[in-house]
C-alpha cells in the first residue's frame, strides 16, 4: 500500500541534544509537511515543502529545521530540543493540483512522538 | 480571519446516536474542508471532504452539511458505533498549502 512512513515512532532525547525525525512516502507526492501535535490540540504546521521549494511558517522556532533530499523523504531536526518540544510530529504528503485543479487531502504519517529527558 | 472553530470540545453518545460536531469560519476564501479522523496514536486520516459548492455530501454513516451564507459546516455520524470514538478535526484551505484546522472534538461512543 502506498503510504507515508515515520520513523522511529517513539524517540527520546536527552535537553539540548540534537536529533532528527525521518518521514518517507511512496504516493510520490511532490508537497510535504511537518506538524507538530501536542496532547489534546490541532496539529500546528511547521513548513512544508513544495518539489524543493521549504517553506518556513512565521511562527516556527529556529530550532527546527528541515531537509528533503529527494522526492521521497524528508527529515525534521531539531537542534537544540527544549521541554516544550516534547510532543507527536506528524508528517504529511499532498499532491499539488496545479492551477485550477481539485484540491486533494493531506495524507499522515502515523507520527513519532518526541519525549525530552 | 484565518481560525475554524469548532464544537463542542468532546461528546458522549449512546451506540445508534448521531453525534453532530460543528465548525465555523471566517475567511470567504476558504475553498474545501475536509474532515479528518484520529485514533490515539495514529495520525489523521481523511474521513469524507466537501466544496463550497455543494450543501450536502454523504460517505458511508458520515454526513457534512455545509451552509455557504452562514460559513457554517458540520459532521454528522449515523448509526454510531463504539469503533468511531475517535477525535474528529474539521479543517479548511484556500489557494496554497496551508490548511486550517480546528481544535478538535473528542467522540466516545458508548456500547
Known amino acids: 500500500d502506498a503510504m507515508v512512513i515515520q520513523n522511529p515512532r517513539y524517540q527520546v532525547t536527552q535537553f539540548g541534544k540534537p536529533v532528527t525525525l525521518s518521514c518517507s512516502q511512496t504516493?510520490?507526492?511532490?508537497?510535504m509537511y511537518w506538524y507538530q501535535q501536542k496532547s489534546s490540540q490541532a496539529p500546528k504546521l511547521l513548513f512544508h515543502?513544495?518539489?524543493?521549494?521549504?517553506?518556513n511558517e512565521a511562527d516556527t522556532p529556529d530550532n527546527f529545521q528541515s531537509r528533503r533530499p529527494n522526492t521521497s523523504f524528508c527529515f525534521l531536526d531539531i537542534r537544540s530540543p527544549g521541554l516544550g518540544d516534547a510532543a507527536m510530529y506528524l508528517c504529511?504528503?499532498?499532491?499539488?493540483?496545479?492551477?485550477?485543479?481539485?484540491?486533494?487531502?493531506?495524507?499522515f504519517g502515523d507520527g513519532t512522538r518526541l519525549s525530552i529527558l | 480571519q484565518q481560525q475554524v472553530k469548532q464544537s463542542p470540545q468532546s461528546l458522549i453518545v449512546q451506540k445508534g446516536g448521531i453525534p453532530i460536531i460543528n465548525c465555523a469560519y471566517e475567511?470567504?476564501?476558504?475553498?474545501?474542508f475536509p474532515w479528518y479522523q484520529q485514533f490515539p496514536g495514529k495520525g489523521p486520516a481523511l474521513l469524507i471532504a466537501?466544496?463550497?459548492?455543494?450543501s450536502e455530501k454523504k460517505e458511508g454513516r458520515f454526513t457534512i452539511s455545509f451552509n455557504k451564507s452562514a460559513k457554517q459546516f458540520s459532521l454528522h455520524i449515523m448509526d454510531s458505533q463504539p469503533g468511531d470514538s475517535a477525535t474528529y478535526f474539521c479543517?479548511?484551505?484556500?489557494?496554497?498549502?496551508?490548511?486550517?484546522f480546528g481544535a478538535g472534538t473528542r467522540l466516545f461512543v458508548k456500547a
Open positions: 504529511a504528503t499532498s499532491r499539488d493540483p496545479g492551477l485550477g485543479g481539485t484540491r486533494r487531502p493531506q495524507h
Open positions: 504516493l510520490n507526492h511532490n508537497v
Open positions: 515543502y513544495y518539489d524543493k521549494d521549504f517553506n
Open positions: 475567511n470567504t476564501a476558504f475553498d474545501y
Open positions: 466537501i466544496r463550497p459548492d455543494v
Open positions: 479543517a479548511a484551505s484556500s489557494g496554497g498549502f496551508k490548511t486550517i
